[in-house]
C-alpha cells in the first residue's frame, strides 16, 4: 500500500514548525488525509517524512465575534464547520458548502484546513473563502503571516505555502450589511466533485439596493479556484435584474477555463459556468435583500 | 528511521490495546491483518466505497482514509463490536428482519454509518438518513430496505414511536 | 408490509435470510477474510499494452528477491486453453504469445507478504513487441484491420442470421416503419467486493481452492483439466460471496490460476487478493452495443414486424459472447406478439477487457431498444403508451395451454398485462399531469420487459440436492447452488422445510463444497430458484418418504395417510393419532438396524437442451419459464444543466410466477432496476482510450448511491407456473431490462427529447435540450 516512512505526531504547533523547518521538502504534514492518502495509497506520493499535525488540538476551533468577524483552526473538521451553530447563523454558506463536500465519513475526519492546502480547483471551500474575503494565516518557526485566500492558490495542487510553513487559521470578516453569500456546485450525486462551481457575494447598498461590490469565484474552472472578475463588473454599481444576471454568467464563462474530462467537456464546463454563476447570484441578491 | 515501528495506544471494540506498528499501515489493514477483525471491508482504494467504515469516538469514518497511527489515543468501533453478545444492536435486527441484506459486503459499514448517525441524531429524517449512507455503496437490494431498516431500528431505539 | 401469498407455512411469506445474523455482525467471511497457516501472498503482472506479442519474459530477477517463493509464467500451463464450451477455448491462464487487452495478466509472484510480492513483480522484465490493435466493432470489422485473433478472419467472434416469418412482407404491408439506433454503455457489473482466492495442495494429487466464485463447480472442471486432476481431487470450498451479477465470479481470471500454480510450485497455501482498480480494468464487462430496430406497426399500432441489428463489442476473448447474442434475439418475441422477427447478429472481438454475462444478459440491450422504440411509435400514432403496450401484449395463457412464439419459445404463463395494468394503476397513469416547476421538469415513462428463468445450456445442466436428515431431528442440506447475495440459501432451506413440515431453523445448509455437495452449474442465467429448487423439493420429497413409511408403520396405515405440518406428524384421517418430527426421526434412526435418512433429488425440468449449435438457429427454449415485468418511472429533469434525478416515485410489477420469499424478491427487483437497470440508464460507462480504462476508480465510474435512490414500490403479479416449484420462476431480471426504457421514456415525457445512447449524462441531455430549442425556434 503506501510506502514506508519516518512519523512524527507533534502535540503542538511549535513542535510541528520545528519538524518543519528541519525536514523542509522532505516532509509532508497530514492532517485528516481524506486528499493525501488517496494519492499516497497509489504510490503518486512518497514523502520521507511525514508529520501528523491531527492531534493538534489547539488548532481545532471556531471562534465568531462580530466585529472580528469568523475564525477557524485550521484542523477544525467539515463536520464541526457543518453543524456550526456559529456558522450555520452568521455564516450559512460555508455550513451548506460542507453539507455537499463529499460524504460524512470524509467529513467526520477531513480538516479544512487539509482541505485548502491541498490546493484541488475542483474543491468546494476555497472559492467560498475568496467570496468572503478571507485571510489565512501561515506559521512558521520563525513567525506567522497572514495572506489573502485568492494569493493561496497558485498552480493545480499547489499552495503558497513556503518552506517550513503550515496554514493556522482561516479568517473570514463579517459581511458589510446587506451581503449574501451563495455556493453550488454541479453535481450528478450529492459529494460529488462538482463538475463546476460558482461562489457568489453580493453587496447592496443601504437605501437604493444597488450592488456596491460583487465576488465570484469559481470551482473546477482552472487549475486554481478562479475569480471572475469581469463578471462582478457586469454586476457592481446595477440594480441587478434577470438580464444582468444573465449577463454575468455570460461573462464569466468567457473568463472560465475548464478542462475536459471524463465527467464532461470544457464546451459543457462552460455552458453549465453561465448557469451556475447566475443561479448562485440570485441566490446571493435575494439574501442581500434579506440581510 | 523510515519504517521504525511507533505505539499505538487505543482501544477497539471497548477493549484497550498497546502495539507497535508501522507508521505506513492504514487503520483498515490492522484492524483485518493484525487484530483479525475482519467484519470491515476493503472495497475500493480510492475512499469512495464505504465498506471500511469503523466508528471513532462514534463518528462514522473510512478506516481506509486513516494511518492506524492516527488512532492513538481513540475510541475504535467495529462491526464486531455492535452487538451485544448474542443480542443483535436494533439496527441490526432491523436490517435482518426487514430483508436489507443481500450479499452482506456493505453491511458492516452500512451499520457502523448508521449507528454513527442514530447515536447523535434519534429521530433523523428521511433524507438524514439517506445522506448518512449516502458514503456507503451498495450494489444489490437498491438503498430502499436499508434505509426503511434504519427507520424502524431509529424508532425501535426511541422506545417504539 | 405482513403480506403472504399461498397457503403455505414458510414461502409466499417474508423470509428473513439465514445468513443475514452472520453477515450483519461481520463474521460472515469472504474469499478476503480467509487465511491458511504458512500461506504465502501472491500478486499478478499484468502487460502495460493492449495489444502486443510477447517476446520474452525473465523472471530471474523476481526469483532472486528475498520472500520470493514461486514465480509463474503462461509456459507452466503447457498449452492449455479455456473458455465457456469446447469449441470457445481461446483463452490462456497467463498469456504466453500475445497479450490482448491492457493489463493482461502474463506472470504470477508469491511471496511472504504483499509489499514483496509487488516488488518481485516490478522485478519481472518482460519483452514486448506493440501491435496495433482495434478498440471498437467499427474499427475490427474494417478491411485489413489488426487481427485479435489469428485464427478468426474479420474479428467475428459471433455471427447469426435468423429469419421467422417474413419481415419485407409484413413491412410493406404495416402502416407505419420505424428504424432506430440505440447504444448501450460498456459496463462493470458493480460488486463491491473484488474477486479474491487462496488456494493450497494437501498432497500433490489434491487440490483446495476457495475463492469467490458464483459458479463453483466451472473452476471444478477447468481446474481439473488445467491440472490433470481426477474431479473427485478437486475440492472447491465456497465462502459467502460479495455478489457477482453474472460474471468474473463466475468465470476464471489470472488470479484464480496463478494462485493453483504458485501453491503447487511453493508448496504452501498462495493468497490473492485483487483490487476494485483490476476489476475497474480487467475483470469483465457487460457489452456496449448498438442495436438498430426497424418495426412496422399497424395504424392502431399493433405490431407486425421487427428487424433487429445488434453489433457487439466482445472484447478480447469469446467467454460468453455466444450466449450474449443469442439472448439479445430469443426473446425479442416477447412480452409483445410479435409474428415475423428476423435477426443479424454480429459480435466482434477488439482489443479491450472481455465482455460478457451481467444481469439482465442480452434482453437488456434489445429490450432498451424494443420498448423506447414502442413508445416514439405510439407518439408518431397519437397512441397512449400504456394502451400501445396493452394492445400488444401476450395475453396469460389459460391453464393447460402453452403460447408458442413464432421463433418457438413456449410460455405456460405471461403475466404482463397484469403487471401493465397494476403498475398503470399504482402510478395513476390515466390521470397523471405533466409538471414543471421552475428549471425542473418532471416526466414519467413506462416500459415492460421479459427475462428468461430456469436456463439450461449444454454441457453444465446437472443440478441435485441432498437432504440428510440427523437423528435428532435437525436437517442438513447440501446443495451445489450458490448464493451471491439473491438470497437462494434461503430459498432452498425455505423448500426443504416446507415440503418436510419444519421449520426453516432446522435446516443448516452446507455452502458449497465440491468434495461434499453436489454438481449444480451455478448462479448465472436465473436457474436457481427454478432448477436447485427442484432439486431442493425433490429432495426433500424423497427424504419425506422414507419417514413416512417409518410412520406409517408406527401408525398402521399407508404412507399416504401421514402428514407432516408444524413439526408434527399426524394420520391425515385421524389427527389425534400423531408424534413429534424429533420422535420420528428417532425411531427412524435408532430402531434397529437403524436408518440413515438421506434423501436426493435433481432437477428435470427444461424444455429442451441448448447448444452453440442450436444458437445460430434461434429458434426454441433457452428458458424453462419467462418472468414479466412492467415499470413506470418517474424523473426530474433540470432543463438548464441536464441533470436527471429519479424522484420517488417509482414502481415496478413482477410476475415471477409465485414470490417464493417475498422481501428476496422485492430487494431484488428493487436492486436490480436501481443497480443494474437505472444506473446503465443514468450513470455508468466506461470511458476508453485505445484500450485504456480512463475511469477505473468508483469516484469517476459513478455507481449509483443511496440519496438518489428511488423508493421503488413492488407489486407481486401471481401466475404460477408450471414448470417452476411452488410455481415459481425467476425474480428481477425483468427489472433490470425494465429500467432503462422507462427511464428514457420519461425524460422524453418530460422533456421532448429522445436520448437512444446510454447513459443519459447530463452533458447529453443538455446538448439534446439545446438542439431542441434552437430547432423549434427556427
Known sequence: MLAAFEYFAPKTVKEALSLLAKYKEGAKIIAGGQSMLVVMRQRLLTPEYVIDIKGITDL?????????????????????????????????????????????????????????????????????????????????????????????????????????????????????????????????????????????????????????????????????????????????????????????????????????????????????????????????LERARAA | MKGEMKELKFSVNGKPYELEVKPETLLVDLLREELKLTGTKKGCLVSACGACTVNIDGKAVRSCSVLALQANGHEVTTIEGVADGDKLHPIQQAMVDHGAIECGYCTPGMVMSAKALLAENPSPTREQVKEAIQGNLCADEGYVKYIEAIEIAAREMRGGH | MEETFGNYSILGKAI??????????????????????????????RSPYAHARILNIDTSKAEKLPGVKAVTTGKDFGGFKWGWSGPTRDEEPLAVEKVRYLYEGVAGVAAVDEDIAQEACDLIEVEYEPLPGVFSPTEAMQEGAPLVHDDRPGNIC??????????????????????????????????????????????????????????????????????NLPLSNVRIITPIIGSDFGGTKNDMTPADFSAVMLAKKAGRPVKIVTTQFDTLTTDLRRHPMWITVKTGVTKDGILKATYLKAVADGGAYTRMSPLTMFLVGTCHTLPYELPNFKYDAYN????????????????YHSRFAADVQLDMIAEELGLDQVEIRLKNSIPNPKPGEIYETVNAVHLATCGVQECIEKVAEAVNWKTRKKKVEGDKAYGMGFAAATYNSGTKLSAHNACAAIVRVCEDGSVNYLTGATDVGQGSDTIMSAIVAEVLGIKLD???????????????????????????????????????????????????????????????????????KNMAWERLVRIACYETPGKVIIGR?????????????????????????????????????????????????????????????????ETQVQGGSYHQGISAAMYEEFKMDQGQTLNPNLVDYKRPRAYEAPMTDVIHVITNDPYGPFGAKEASEGSCCSAPPSIVSAIHDATGVWIKDLPTEPEKVFWALKKKREKGQK
Request: charged residues 25%.
Open chain 3, 506 to 576: 432446522d435446516i443448516d445448509l452446507k455452502r458449497v463444497d465440491s468434495a461434499f455437495t453436489p454438481v449444480d452449474p451455478g448462479s448465472y442465467g436465473s436457474r436457481v430458484t427454478v432448477h436447485a429448487g427442484e432439486a431442493a423439493k425433490k429432495a426433500a420429497d424423497d427424504a419425506k418418504n422414507q419417514l413416512l413409511e417409518v410412520a406409517a408403520e408406527q401408525f398402521g396405515v399407508k404412507p399416504d395417510d401421514v402428514e407432516i405440518k408444524d413439526k408434527k406428524v399426524f394420520v391425515k384421517s385421524n389427527p389425534n
Open chain 1, 60 to 284: 481545532d476551533y471556531i471562534k465568531y465575534d462580530e466585529k472580528q468577524g469568523l475564525k477557524i483552526g485550521a484542523l477544525t473538521t467539515h463536520r464541526t464547520i457543518e453543524q456550526s451553530l456559529v456558522i450555520q447563523k452568521h455564516f450559512g454558506v460555508l455550513s451548506e458548502m460542507e453539507g455537499n463536500l463529499a460524504t460524512i465519513q470524509t467529513r467526520n475526519w477531513g480538516t479544512i484546513g487539509g482541505n485548502i492546502c491541498h490546493g484541488d480547483p475542483a474543491g468546494d471551500p476555497a472559492p467560498v473563502f475568496i467570496a468572503l474575503n478571507a485571510k489565512l494565516k501561515l506559521a512558521s518557526s520563525t513567525g506567522e503571516r497572514v495572506i489573502d485566500m485568492e494569493e493561496f492558490s497558485k498552480d493545480y495542487l499547489e499552495v503558497a505555502l513556503g518552506p517550513g510553513e503550515m496554514l493556522s487559521e482561516i479568517q473570514i470578516p463579517t459581511p458589510a450589511p446587506h451581503t449574501g453569500t451563495a455556493y453550488e456546485k454541479l453535481m450528478v450525486m450529492k459529494g460529488d466533485m462538482g463538475i463546476v462551481g460558482a461562489a457568489v457575494s453580493i453587496t447592496l447598498k443601504a437605501g437604493n439596493g444597488v450592488c456596491e461590490n460583487a465576488r465570484i469565484a469559481l470551482a473546477n474552472c482552472s487549475s486554481v479556484p478562479l475569480r471572475a472578475k469581469k463578471a462582478e463588473k457586469v454586476l457592481i454599481g446595477k440594480t441587478i435584474n434577470n438580464a444582468i444576471l444573465t449577463e454575468a454568467g455570460e461573462v464569466a464563462s468567457t473568463e472560465a477555463d475548464p478542462l475536459a474530462d471524463v465527467h464532461g467537456s470544457a464546451e459543457y464546463r462552460r455552458e453549465m459556468v453561465k448557469v451556475f454563476v447566475k443561479r448562485v447570484a440570485q441566490i446571493a
Open chain 3, 158 to 227: 459471433v455471427e447469426y442470421h435468423w429469419n421467422f416469418g417474413d419481415v419485407d412482407k409484413a413491412f410493406a404491408e404495416s402502416y407505419l416503419v420505424r428504424e432506430d439506433t440505440f447504444q448501450t454503455p460498456r459496463m462493470a457489473k458493480g460488486y463491491l467486493e473484488p474477486p479474491a482466492v487462496i488456494a493450497y495442495w494437501p498432497d500433490p494429487n489434491r487440490l483446495v481452492y476457495i475463492g469467490a466464485k458464483g459458479s463453483p463447480y466451472f473452476p471444478y472442471r477447468i481446474l481439473a483439466r488445467c491440472f
Open chain 3, 601 to 665: 433429488g435433481y432437477s428435470t425440468q427444461g424444455i429442451s437442451m441448448y447448444g452453440l449449435a442450436d444458437f445460430s438457429k434461434g429458434a426454441g427454449d433457452i428458458g424453462t419459464n419467462y418472468s414479466f415485468t412492467a415499470q413506470a418511472s418517474e424523473v426530474e429533469v433540470d432543463v438548464e444543466t441536464g441533470v436527471v434525478k429519479c424522484t420517488d416515485k417509482n414502481v415496478i410489477a413482477h410476475d415471477c410466477g409465485f414470490p417464493l420469499n417475498i422481501q428476496a424478491v
Open chain 3, 348 to 363: 466482434y472481438f477488439t482489443n479491450n477487457p472481455s465482455s460478457a454475462a451481467m444481469r439482465g444478459h442480452g434482453l
Open chain 3, 16 to 45: 428473513p435470510r439465514v445468513d443475514a445474523k452472520a453477515k450483519v455482525t461481520g463474521q460472515a467471511k469472504y474469499a478476503a477474510d480467509f487465511e491458511e497457516a504458512n500461506m504465502l501472498w501472491g500478486q499478478i503482472k
